[in-house]
C-alpha cells in the first residue's frame, strides 16, 4: 500500500494548457515569474498489475471464526458480548494464525460512562473538572515489570535526536539488504508492542476489552495509509485493492459494534490512489482560487466562467460544453465564491457531466473505489458504529475533505428526520453522526474550514461530527513546501496552534449551547477532543461544567500508549474518554510508529510526562 501510485493518464490531458498569459491567472498569481514553482501532479502510464505484498498479509476472517474470536474474550457491555447472527460480510479462504496476548491495563474508577450523546448534569460536570485537576492517578500501578521495561526503553529511544528520520532511513536500508524480517521483528517487541493494538483481530479484542473495563472506549484503527511514491499499479489492482480494504473494515465495525458508541478510524488515501487525490485536490484548489476572483456583485460573468473553466485546462469541446452549462445553469443565478466553487465538485449531479470532462483524473475509477467507500459507510451506519475519517497531508486534504462531506450529507442523520434505532442497543441508524471529519489545528486555514462546514451542515440540516487534533505532519509539511517553494501551511508558532485548538473548541462548545436548548431526536453535532494537551482538556472540561442540564454529545481521546494518566483521570471522572488502538502487520504501521516516534522526541518533547510516570512506578517497584 505505501508504494501505490495512480496509474491512469487522461487523454484529453497529455496536452497541457499554458496559462501563463490567461488574465485570470494574472488576478490569481500577479508576482508570478519563470522561478515560482507551482505544486502540479505527475502522470504515468499503465502497467501489468502485480500483487501488492501489504495487502495480502492481510487475513479477512469468515464469520464463525470471527463469532468465535469474539466469544473467546468477551468484550463486556451491560451483559454477555454480542455476536452478530446475521451480519453477512464475504467470505475468504484466507485464514489467519490467531494467538491470544495479554494486555493488562491499570485498575481505574470504573463509573458509568455515558455516551457521546449523553446527558451527564452540570454536577456531574463540575465534579469532573475537580477532580482532572487534583486527582493523582497511576496508570501503570498493575503493569507487568517486563511491559513497563519495554515502555521505559521506548520513550528513551524517543529522547535520541532525530529518531524518526534515523529510523525511517535505517529500516529501508535493512530492507535493501534482506534483513527486513529482522527489523519487523524488532520494531514488534518494542515500539509496536507499546503503540499498537495488534497486527490482527485476535490481537486487538483483548486490548479492547482490557480498555473498557476500565470504562474507556476504543476507536479501532486499521493502520494503512499511502504517500506518493513511484511505483504504479493499474486501475482494476487498485479496485480489487479497495474491495480487500473495505472487506477488513467491515470485520473492524463488527468488533467496534459489540461496544455501545465505539468507533473505527478510516484513512481516505488507503482506498484511493495517493496521486489521484493530489490530483483532484490541486484542480479544487484551482477552483476555490478562480471562483474568489470570478464572483462579481453575486454573479458571474459568462467569460469568466469559461475561463475558469479554461484556466483548469479543459478542451475546446470542454469550453464549449461550459457555455452551454452557463447559460442553463448559471445565467441570471446568484453566486458567492463557496456556490460557485460547489459546481465544480464531482458529487454535483447536476454538473458532473461538464466536471468529468475537465477534471484531470479517472472519473471512472474514482466513482468505483467511491462506491466501496459508501458501502463501508453504510454497513457502519446500519450496525450503530460511527466511522472517524483521518486528516492526511495538505497536498491530499482538499480531495478527502470534499469525499468526507459528501459522506456526511449521505449519510448522517437528517435534523428533521429522526433515524431508526437507538444507539444504546447498536441497531438501526445512529441519533448523531456517523461520519466525523477531522480537522488539524496546525494548518493556518484549519479553523475557518471548520467554522464553514459546520456551517454548511446546520445550513443543509444534517447532523455533523468533528474530531479536532492538533495535526502529525508537521515536519513533512514544512519540508515540502521550502523545497517547492509555496507558503508553510503551518501555523508559525506552537502558540498559534493551541490558540487555534481552543479557538475550536470554544465555537463548537458555543453551538452545541445553542443546539441543546431545543430538544431533538437527532444529535446536531457532535465533536471530539483528540488531544494530549492537558490545558486544552481542562478548558473543555470548564466549558462544559458551564452548559445546561441537556445532551452534552462531547469525548474526549488519547492514542494508545501515549497519556495514560490523562485518559484514566477522565475515566475516573465519569467522562466519556477513547483510546486510538491503531492495529495491522508490522510494515504496515511503520509510518505511524515513526510519527509516533517524532512526537515523543526531545524536540517536541511528547513523551516526557509518560517517561516520567513510568521512572515513579518503577521507583515504587524497586525502592518503595
Known amino acids: 500500500m505505501s508504494s501505490r501510485i495512480s496509474t491512469i493518464i487522461n487523454p484529453r490531458l497529455k496536452q497541457k494548457v499554458n496559462l501563463s498569459s490567461s488574465t485570470l491567472q494574472q488576478k490569481l498569481y500577479p508576482t508570478l515569474n519563470s522561478q515560482t514553482k507551482i505544486p502540479t501532479a505527475s502522470y504515468v502510464t499503465k502497467v501489468k498489475p502485480r500483487e501488492n505484498p501489504i495487502i495480502s498479509t492481510l487475513p479477512i476472517m469468515n464469520p464463525s471464526k470471527l463469532k468465535e474470536e469474539l466469544a473467546k474474550d468477551s468484550i463486556q457491555t451491560v451483559g454477555p458480548p454480542k455476536i452478530p447472527d446475521n451480519v453477512t460480510i464475504i467470505e475468504s479462504s484466507t485464514g489467519g494464525n490467531s494467538r491470544q496476548v495479554s494486555t ?7 463509573s458509568n460512562v455515558e455516551s457521546v450523546s449523553a ?8 465534579r469532573a473538572v475537580t477532580e482532572i485537576s487534583k486527582t493523582e ?4 500501578k498493575d503493569t507487568p515489570l517486563t511491559t513497563l521495561l519495554n515502555s521505559y526503553m521506548v520513550f528513551q529511544l524517543c529522547r535520541i535526536p532525530n529518531l524518526a528520520k534515523i529510523g525511517g532511513v535505517g529500516i529501508n536500508a535493512l530492507e535493501r539488504v534482506g534483513l527486513g524480517m529482522l527489523t519487523s521483528a524488532v520494531v514488534k517487541r518494542t ?14 479484542i483483548p486490548t479492547m476489552s482490557a480498555l473498557q473495563s476500565q470504562g474507556i472506549g476504543s476507536i479501532l484503527d486499521l493502520s494503512m495509509e499511502s504517500d506518493l511514491s513511484h511505483t504504479t499499479y493499474s486501475s482494476q489492482h ?14 473492524s465495525i463488527l468488533i467496534a459494534k459489540t461496544q455501545p458508541d465505539s468507533f473505527i478510524a478510516a ?10 487525490l493530489q490530483e483532484y485536490t490541486t484542480f479544487l484548489k484551482k477552483v476555490e482560487d478562480y471562483c474568489r476572483v470570478s464572483v462579481k456583485n ?9 475561463e475558469i473553466v479554461a484556466g483548469l485546462g479543459a478542451s475546446p469541446m470542454a469550453q464549449k460544453a461550459a457555455e452551454k452549462f452557463y447559460g442553463e445553469n448559471v445565467k441570471d443565478q446568484k453566486f458567492t465564491p463557496e456556490t460557485l466553487k460547489s459546481i465544480f465538485s464531482l458529487f454535483n449531479t447536476r454538473s458532473r457531466d461538464l466536471v468529468s470532462q475537465i477534471v484531470p483524473m479517472d472519473v471512472k475509477l474514482f466513482d468505483d473505489i467511491m462506491e466501496q467507500v459508501r458501502m463501508l459507510v453504510a454497513f457502519a451506519s446500519d450496525n450503530g458504529v460511527r466511522i472517524m475519517v483521518d486528516a492526511e497531508q495538505t497536498y491530499f486534504q482538499a480531495a478527502i475533505d470534499e469525499i468526507t462531506l459528501q459522506l456526511c450529507e449521505k449519510f448522517n442523520p437528517k435534523l428533521e428526520n429522526p433515524p431508526r434505532g437507538n444507539i444504546s442497543d447498536g441497531v438501526g441508524k445512529l441519533s448523531g453522526p456517523v461520519v466525523f471529519n477531522t480537522y488539524q489545528m496546525y494548518l493556518v486555514d484549519s479553523l475557518d474550514r471548520l467554522k464553514r462546514d459546520a456551517e454548511k451542515a446546520e445550513r443543509d440540516g444534517y447532523s455533523f461530527g468533528i474530531k479536532l487534533v492538533r495535526g502529525a505532519y508537521m515536519v513533512s509539511e514544512r519540508k515540502r513546501a521550502q523545497e517547492m517553494g509555496y507558503s508553510d501551511p503551518v501555523n508559525p508558532t506552537l502558540d498559534k496552534t493551541h490558540e487555534k485548538y481552543n479557538a475550536a473548541i470554544e465555537y463548537l462548545v458555543s453551538k452545541v449551547a445553542a443546539t441543546s436548548a431545543t430538544p431533538s431526536a437527532v444529535t446536531p453535532i457532535s465533536f471530539v477532543v483528540a488531544s494530549h494537551n492537558y490545558e486544552s482538556i481542562k478548558h473543555t472540561q470548564r466549558l462544559i461544567s458551564a452548559l445546561p442540564k441537556t445532551n452534552v454529545p462531547i469525548a474526549f481521546a488519547q492514542l494508545l500508549g501515549m497519556k495514560d494518566n490523562i485518559t484514566f483521570e477522565l475515566a475516573g471522572a465519569g467522562l466519556k474518554c477513547y483510546k486510538y488502538v491503531p492495529y495491522g502487520p508490522v510494515g504496515v504501521t511503520i509510518p505511524y510508529l515513526l510519527r509516533r516516534a517524532q512526537e515523543n522526541s526531545a524536540v517536541l518533547g511528547g513523551g516526557e510526562e509518560d517517561r516520567k510516570g513510568i521512572v515513579k512506578e518503577l521507583s515504587r517497584r524497586f525502592f518503595g
Open 104 to 110: 493488562p491495563i491499570p485498575k481505574a474508577s470504573t
Open 298 to 306: 453575486g454573479s458571474v460573468s459568462k467569460p469568466d466562467f469559461v
Open 267 to 276: 484513512k481516505i488515501t488507503a482506498f484511493v490512489p495517493p496521486v489521484m
Open 191 to 204: 515500539f509496536f508492542k507499546h503503540f499498537c493494538g495488534g497486527e490482527d483481530l485476535t490481537e486487538v
Open 119 to 126: 446527558n451527564p448534569s452540570t454536577e456531574t460536570n463540575d
Open 137 to 140: 492517578i497511576s496508570p501503570y
Open 238 to 251: 487498485y479496485l480489487s485493492e479497495a474491495v480487500k480494504i473495505r472487506e477488513l473494515m467491515q470485520q
